[in-house]
């Protein structure tokens, strides 16, 4: 299957670029406004060291073990430890994957569709994005390539028509109280942002593997410049009054107005993220797949698809059943299992192997 599905370094950046931005420019900013008010944005710049430093482990891991995920690399070299871990990776990927299924249901529910029933809207996702992943990460990164530029598009004219509103001295006075509720708010975004260590999952499709370092610092790089883009631009019209609202970039959107005949553009704008929010699920939902496929040992992952499909249904309904408990209680935890799962585990990989040689060598 590998030697027939090709993807680049730059397809494999733009699906991680995509993934992020899009759920992060909705969701981050509440989070992070909490405990960094007008530091936001150094938040941010701190918690995209952590996505440096995941990049080089997986660039690491790669140049060791060219083409394999954790999930071979646990299970060649860890013995019935590997197996312990990989498990516990797995469980750790299946709750993101339901956890993104409920990001897009409380957005769309909140917003757009208050009285439509959640198994509809979280029904109809599962239905296009199983059909996605059926169809392969060939389908999913083309898809993420079309999409690109009308992402741009939005950002755009959901953020530039806002200029004359904007008022930078909101900003001031930078670091009131030290750099303490900034580092603070990084830990909220040091998970978000630390997902590209994910590209190891990418790595057996990608055709030029040398490249992807630089793919994934362009990547990482695109997407902290963009999030910060956007929460700053939202702070800049909404104030002090940014955290009352779970989604901030939701509101600013409705302030804009292209002279007396075009306004309320947020129809359109939350059109084009959803198609982003779709590309994000498809490719979680693939990447859970093909892990589980390789835990189990079955020849194809695509027999998996339909019973995840609906577990991931079934349980995204049954989990933070409303928004309060889902920002208060699923953030906290999202945040604890994104740090263990997607910084600490990786460095704990690349720790043992290391001493491992160091043990053969001596």
């Excluded at 007396?260 to 959803?274: L, N, P, Q, S």
Aim: hydrophobic share 55%; net charge positive; proline share 4%.
């Amino acid at each position: 299957m590998n030697k027939m599905v090709n993807i680049t370094s730059f397809q494999m950046g733009l699906v991680l670029y995509i993934d992020t931005v899009t759920t992060g420019g909705l969701m981050l900013p509440y989070g992070v406004f909490e405990l960094a008010k007008q530091d936001l944005w150094f938040s941010f710049l701190i918690s995209s060291l952590f996505g440096y430093l995941m990049v080089i482990t997986i660039v690491i891991l790669n140049n060791t073990f060219p083409g394999k995920t954790f999930i071979e690399i646990m299970k060649k070299e860890m013995g019935i430890l590997g197996y312990v871990l990989s498990l516990c990776f797995l469980l750790f990927f299946l709750y993101i994957t339901v956890y993104i299924f409920r990001e897009y249901c409380n957005f769309i529910v909140t917003h757009f569709y208050r009285f439509t029933p959640q198994f509809v809207l979280i029904g109809i996702m599962v239905i296009v994005s199983a059909y996605a992943v059926k169809s392969g990460i060939e389908v999913i990164c083309r898809t993420a390539t079309f999409f690109f530029p009308l992402l741009f598009f939005s950002v755009s004219l959901s953020t530039l028509p806002l200029i004359p509103d904007m008022h930078v001295d909101f900003l001031l006075p930078m670091f009131p109280n030290g750099l303490i509720p900034g580092l603070k708010g990084s830990v909220i975004a040091m998970g978000w942002l630390s997902e590209f260590v994910f590209l190891s999952m990418f790595l057996p499709f990608v055709s030029a593997r040398k490249k992807i370092l630089h793919a994934g610092y362009i990547s990482l790089t695109l997407t902290t410049l963009t999030i910060i883009f956007i929460t700053l631009c939202d702070f800049f019209v909404l104030g002090q009054s940014f955290n009352k609202w779970f989604f901030p970039y939701v509101v600013s959107t409705r302030y804009v107005s292209l002279g007396r005949y075009f306004e309320h553009i947020e129809a359109i704008v939350m059109a084009i993220w959803i198609v982003g929010i779709f590309i994000k699920i498809a490719s979680f939902s693939f990447m859970f797949a093909y892990v589980l496929k390789q835990f189990l040992g079955g020849p194809d992952y695509r027999s998996l698809v339909l019973p995840i499909s609906f577990m991931s249904f079934f349980l995204s309904l049954w989990i933070f059943p409303s928004l309060t408990d889902f920002f208060q209680n699923g953030g906290s935890l999202t945040n604890t299992l994104d740090t263990l799962g997607t910084i600490l585990f990786p460095l704990f990989i690349l720790s043992f192997i290391f001493i491992k040689k160091l043990i053969k060598k001596s």
